[in-house]
């Protein structure tokens, strides 16, 4: 069974720094999809960014950019000169290519302060 | 276009009631999902519903149990309410040949008491 393993509860950093979250998951799949959400306290999931497994190259959206370690089963995101719009839950997820269903961690709180 | 609605935003039932809860999906999309998220938690799969039939499953009893629409729009049912399924319940939407491409609803705030 997949999982997705988010390790950072909490982060907390001053607004127009870089803060990097840190996502691993687990799977015998050769071919999936990983994705990091933005959940605000809206409660609507947003998509920051989606990475496919098999392109090496790593997916990058304007602030945000990922480092996808393929062996490592690593994925982390990094955000760029951080705004106070940033701070909501951050969830990262994974999505196999014989399945349509999404698997979550259980998310990272980011607090941007001013 | 119009976005992946839900009804209603917020809710409170008592514990072995039943519930309804609905979704409509982004213009064009064929393909609902809907996810549990507990207080605090990631969100859970419950199931997903193409072509008006349910396509895959999560660890969920029957007593949830869906629907999906000749329009789309979906409905997720909840019989005999637990203390536990007090959780915010989120809809998605997508194409099926673009299944990775799932959009979300704002969500239903479900409290059981």
């Known amino acids: 069974a997949q999982t997705v393993t988010q390790s950072q509860p909490e982060m907390s950093v001053q607004e127009a720094e870089t803060v990097t979250l840190s996502c691993t998951y687990d799977?015998?799949?050769?071919?999936?999809?990983l994705f990091w959400y933005k959940q605000p306290p809206s409660r609507q999931m947003i998509l920051v960014i989606r990475q496919e497994a098999y392109k090496q190259q790593n997916a990058t959206e304007n602030r945000f950019s990922v480092n996808f370690q393929k062996a490592a089963k690593s994925f982390s995101l990094k955000i760029s000169d951080s705004q106070l719009g940033d701070t909501a839950m951050y969830f990262c997820a994974f999505m196999g290519d014989s399945n349509y269903q999404l698997i979550w961690g259980a998310g990272t709180k980011l607090i941007i302060k001013p | 276009e119009t976005g992946v609605t839900q009804s209603p935003t917020h809710l409170i039932k008592t514990r072995g009631q039943q519930v309804t809860l609905r979704c409509s999906s982004q213009s064009g999309h064929n393909t609902v999902s809907w996810y549990q998220q507990a207080l605090g938690q990631g969100p859970q799969f419950i199931f997903q519903y193409y072509r008006e039939e349910e396509n895959g499953r999560g660890n969920f009893p029957p007593r949830f149990s869906g629907l999906q629409f000749p329009n789309y729009s979906s409905e997720l049912n909840v019989n005999a309410l637990e203390l536990d399924d007090s959780a915010l319940y989120l809809c998605?939407?997508?194409?099926?040949?673009?299944?990775?491409?799932?959009?979300f609803g704002p969500g239903t705030r479900l409290t059981v008491l």
């Open positions: 998605a939407s997508s194409f099926r040949t673009s299944y990775n491409e799932q959009f």
């Open positions: 799977t015998s799949e050769n071919n999936y999809y």
